[in-house]
């Protein structure tokens, strides 16, 4: 990509840069991800649930046996649409999931890869705040993949662009007011069928020792 966009700078020294603004949404994304310790940790928790299956073939059998319909993906920087993939297969498919990490962990020989698969299976797909973040990564990821591949289609109108942007826009706005609740109850239905008790960490403030004596005992970071 660098020698190409060489290239282009030779035929012509006043050539520069403009990214595709239909790609925009995918930027977006990937900088909103790395604002949130907990994105951070749920999208690093599901390239760990693809890692271990991908990372042998025999694994990689037990997940097809017991998830028969979708499969894990690898995440990519640039393509959100292989993430919408990868929790989709959570999404639907998260008991089944379950049980392929607990038979790698019967089945395999290798006491890393039994404690690996244990702990995927009970801290992050056993655990509410990973089913969570599954509901609502899904859900947003959905309608941005959606509006995202329209917008990059070859006859896509401005005014049709600007209308989906706007509607992007309410959907984000009205599930910040809405959604979380009704991801609530979606998680309660899946806690209660995979029998995970739904138990949801407090966040704690830290204190911030104190450089002067005038400084107040009670501010501390969040």
């Known amino acids: 990509m660098v020698y190409f966009g060489l ?16 790609h925009n949404l995918n930027l977006v994304l990937g900088d909103m991800a790395k604002c949130s310790l907990q994105t951070v940790t749920f999208l690093g928790g599901l390239q760990r649930i693809y890692v271990i299956f991908a990372a042998s073939p025999a694994r990689w059998k037990i997940l097809e046996d017991t ?12 393509r959100w649409q292989c993430r919408l993939e990868s929790v989709k297969a959570l999404r639907y498919q998260m008991t089944e999931i379950k049980e392929a ?14 404690a690996e698969a244990e ?9 509410s705040e990973f089913i969570l973040a599954t509901i609502i990564w899904y859900d947003n990821l ?3 993949n959606t509006v995202s591949k329209s917008l990059q289609s070859a006859d896509m109108q401005l005014d049709v662009a600007v209308q989906q942007i706007k509607g992007l826009v309410t959907y ?6 809405s959604g979380f609740h009704s991801a609530m109850i979606t998680v309660k ?3 209660s069928a995979m029998d995970v008790e739904q138990v949801f960490k407090q966040n704690r403030s830290r204190r911030r020792k ?13």
Not at 68 to 73: D, E, H, K, L, V
Not at 119 to 127: I, K, M, P, T, Y
């Open 7 to 22: 290239h282009i700078l030779l035929a012509n020294s006043r050539a520069f840069f403009i990214p595709c603004g239909f």
């Open 67 to 78: 998830v028969p319909y979708i499969t894990a993906t690898p995440l990519s920087d640039t």
């Open 101 to 114: 990490l607990f038979a790698v962990a019967d089945e395999s020989w290798n006491p890393m890869v039994k």
């Open 119 to 127: 702990s995927l299976a009970n801290f992050e797909v056993g655990n």
């Open 142 to 144: 959905f309608v941005v």
């Open 172 to 177: 984000c706005t009205k599930y910040r007011d």
């Open 189 to 191: 239905e899946i806690a």
């Open 210 to 222: 104190r450089q002067f004596d005038y400084e107040s005992r009670d501010k501390g970071t969040l």
